[in-house]
């Protein structure tokens, strides 16, 4: 099939211009973001991120949301579904918009350590201006209070401390012809767009699932902002990602892998414990050993804990096997990766599978914190005023490991070190940093190799590309490693 790509940064204007009024209504106005703050900004985008994503609260499916598919037309799959059916199709989205997620589900999430959330929305969201030679085009004015309830959940999110990830899921023409993706008549085209200026706002993921074809890498070229991440869908093929990812750097580009075991006959007729073990063995592999690759930048954008009937069956109890499953995803997702996000939040009939607001507390932790519990303000700033062990005596073990044998730790301390322990140590110094930023904000660095690329400020530089030989990641990570361990036991000392 051929696929042509329209790209455009409307959706960064949107974002960053959205008081401009063509796609406001006289009824509903669009609130303002807070003021760009680039600290905030720079912790959100770049800390370990623990995710759910609200499917279905603007981008309807009918599997999670079947009342609003009540009145659909056939066949009853896809957003557009509903924008052409019966019973007032703006009512009953706008409904939905108001009821299914709330303010106070996003300070519950955050409550339980989730310090982002992805969002899928639809081109359909932006407003009616932009649905024009659209599927959507006759039905464009149900969607006219559309926009400002995307906006009103950004700042919802933003008062809770929670960061968006936007996720543009259903492109113009559909990127797939799933469902999911707003239409049911399987047609593929596409069309695409960006952002920035929003502190809680993480990223733009401009497509979701998008077939894999050789456009797909071309087309993340003619997206690129600088510094701002972008976040990509993989299309199911994991090595080439990595390799395209690290030919962007220092772009912020992050690729967004999918990990579902319930889709092929394979999957069907494995059962529950074997997938747990290929989660614990190969898929931990896999995930771990991309590290190698620099930067890193890779997110499970989306898993579940759902199992096939067939590969529960002969588990002498599936509940049990199902958490063992789930908890071990959960486990090595975030062991290996800066993010996942589990899916989805919310769905009506909230089972153990798809659903969190079922699995948190059984088959998932109860909560997520990367400090094992929240930071209270008292111990933010206690934090905040430590004054770090690990570099009033710099780790003299990390940089013996690091250095050759030979070294003596006599020669680490003259006054002239070779230009590589220099580096070791700056690196270990902004780690150790890095590390106290972070915590002070209840925060663990996730994206670790982009950080070092584009996270502190002042500095370009770039790294020589090779994991084990470059003396100022080894500093770096050892540095952050060590604080975090000093700030966990600060930590357990004045809870
Ligand atoms: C938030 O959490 C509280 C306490 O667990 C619960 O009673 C309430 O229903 C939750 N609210 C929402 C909107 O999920
Ligand atoms: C599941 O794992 C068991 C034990 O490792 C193995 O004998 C069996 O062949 C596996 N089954 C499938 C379908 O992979
Ligand atoms: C890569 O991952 C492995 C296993 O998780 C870890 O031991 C190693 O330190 C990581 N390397 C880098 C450069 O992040
Ligand atoms: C380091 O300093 C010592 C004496 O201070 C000198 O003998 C040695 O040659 C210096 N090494 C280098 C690499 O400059």
Not at 86 to 97: K, T
Not at 115 to 134: C, D, E, H, K
Not at 234 to 244: L, N, Q, V
Request: glycine share 6%.
């Amino acid at each position: 099939m051929t696929i042509t790509f329209f790209i455009s940064l409307f959706f960064l204007r949107v974002l960053c211009k959205q008081a401009q009024d063509n796609y406001r209504t006289p009824h509903t106005s669009v609130q303002p973001f807070p003021p760009y703050n680039a600290e905030i900004a720079s912790i959100y985008r770049y800390r370990q991120q623990q995710s759910v994503n609200l499917g279905s609260w603007f981008v309807s499916e009918q599997w999670m949301v079947p009342s609003i598919f009540q009145c659909a037309a056939a066949p009853q799959n896809s957003e557009i579904d509903i924008a052409t059916g019966g019973c007032d199709p703006q009512g009953i989205l706008e409904r939905h918009w108001d009821t299914f997620i709330t303010r106070q589900d996003f300070f519950n999430l955050s409550s339980l350590g989730i310090n982002t959330v992805r969002l899928p929305i639809g081109y359909w969201s932006l407003g009616p201006a932009f649905l024009q030679n659209t599927p959507f085009n006759d039905v464009a004015s149900v969607y006219k209070n559309a926009w400002p309830q995307v906006v009103r959940a950004i700042n919802m999110a933003a008062e809770a401390g929670i960061g968006v990830l936007v996720d543009v899921h259903g492109a113009v023409g559909s990127q797939n012809g799933q469902p999911h993706s707003g239409i049911s008549d399987g047609k593929t085209n596409l069309f695409s767009q960006n952002s920035c200026c929003v502190s809680n706002v993480v990223g733009v993921q401009l497509l979701n699932e998008p077939e894999n074809c050789e456009e797909l890498t071309d087309f993340c070229n003619a997206c690129t902002v600088p510094d701002f991440p972008l976040y990509m869908h993989d299309g199911f093929d994991f090595d080439r990602f990595i390799t395209y990812i690290s030919a962007q750097s220092p772009d912020f580009i992050v690729q967004d892998h999918h990990s579902y075991f319930v889709y092929t006959p394979k999957d069907n007729a494995e059962p529950a414990r074997n997938h747990t073990d290929d989660v614990q063995t190969t898929v931990a592999a896999q995930l771990a050993s991309s590290n190698v690759s620099l930067p890193h930048n890779l997110i499970i954008g989306e898993w579940s804990c759902a199992l096939t009937p067939d590969s529960l069956k002969d588990e002498m109890d599936p509940q049990q096997a199902r958490r063992a499953f789930c908890m071990a995803q959960e486990d090595v997702y975030s062991q290996t990766t800066p993010g996942n996000s589990f899916w989805s939040y919310k769905k009506e009939d909230c089972d153990p599978d798809w659903c969190f607001l079922n699995a948190v507390g059984n088959s998932l932790p109860s909560e997520f914190f990367p400090y094992g519990s929240p930071v209270s303000p008292a111990q933010k700033i206690l934090i905040s005023s430590h004054k770090p062990q690990s570099l009033i005596s710099p780790s003299i073990s990390g940089l013996s490991r690091y250095h050759h044998r030979s070294q003596t730790i006599a020669q680490h301390r003259s006054s002239n070190m070779s230009s590589e322990t220099r580096s070791y140590q700056e690196g270990y110094k902004e780690g150790s940093v890095t590390a106290q930023k972070f915590a002070a904000h209840g925060d663990k660095l996730g994206f670790m190799g982009q950080y070092m690329l584009t996270g502190v400020e002042g500095r370009s530089m770039s790294l020589n590309g090779e994991v084990e030989g470059d003396p100022y990641r080894q500093g770096f990570m050892q540095g952050l490693r060590d604080m975090e361990r000093e700030i966990s036991i600060l930590l357990r000392l004045n809870i």
